[in-house]
């Protein structure tokens, strides 16, 4: 069912760094692609969100990446903290679908 | 401003049992997703539910089934309980027009032993 599929499946990074999470997706149906964070013990929250007719999307330290052509996007996060340290998802979604397609997760790790 | 809440937060069942766990969606909205998250996985869509009826189905059997009520808040209902049934489960809220973000609760830990 899956056909979002997601990169690295874990990540260290060392505080102030940059963190990058990738996404790859099939269907070219899909015109919604958010990111979810996970604490855990806690439900996915939304992080940052992008349609495909813009390439990039800045909300605070969080950029998301958007290539058409590729069916490609990806995550960055900037000056990564210790409080960052979660699981995040990539998601997708078609116009007129309902059913969010989610990638397998990354877990991130922000070493102080 | 309350949020999406489940319940109850963790569960134990027994193999061929029946389950039902709830969710209150957040204010001011009419949309009700269910979504299973397998250990170490991303939540799979299970169905969703808007005025009351199913309106879209992900690939889960018919032991699975839920209901949405006038209050908008919402059951999902797992039959004859298999071992691999044992997961989070979440639910997410939404509005129906506009293409709303989901909002998702904490979800209900389901073992089955």
Request: glycine letters at 8%.
């Amino acid at each position: 069912q899956q056909q979002v599929k997601q990169s690295p499946q874990s990540l260290i990074v060392q505080k102030g760094g940059i963190s990058i999470i990738n996404c790859a997706y099939e269907n070219t149906a899909f015109d919604y692609f958010p990111w979810y964070q996970q604490f855990p013990g806690k439900g996915p929250a939304l992080l940052i969100a992008i349609r495909p007719d813009v390439s990039e999307k800045k909300e605070g330290r969080f950029t998301i990446s958007f290539n058409k052509s590729a069916k490609q996007f990806s995550l960055h996060i900037m000056d990564s903290q210790p409080g960052d340290s979660a699981t995040y998802f990539c998601a997708a979604r078609g116009y007129n679908n309902n059913d969010m397609r989610f990638g397998a997760g990354t877990r991130l790790t922000v070493k102080p | 401003d309350a949020g999406v809440t489940q319940s109850p937060t963790h569960l134990i069942k027994t193999r061929g049992q029946q389950v039902t766990l709830r969710c209150s969606p957040k204010s001011g909205h009419d949309t009700v997703s269910w979504y299973q998250q397998a250990l170490g996985q991303g939540p799979q869509f299970i169905f969703q539910y808007y005025e009351e009826e199913e309106r879209q189905r992900g690939n889960f059997p018919d032991r699975f089934s839920g209901h949405q009520f006038p209050n908008y808040s919402s059951e999902l209902n797992v039959n004859a309980l298999l071992l691999g049934d044992s997961a989070l489960y979440l639910c997410a809220s939404s509005l129906w027009t506009g293409r709303s973000p989901l909002h998702f609760g904490n979800g209900t830990r389901l073992t089955v032993t």
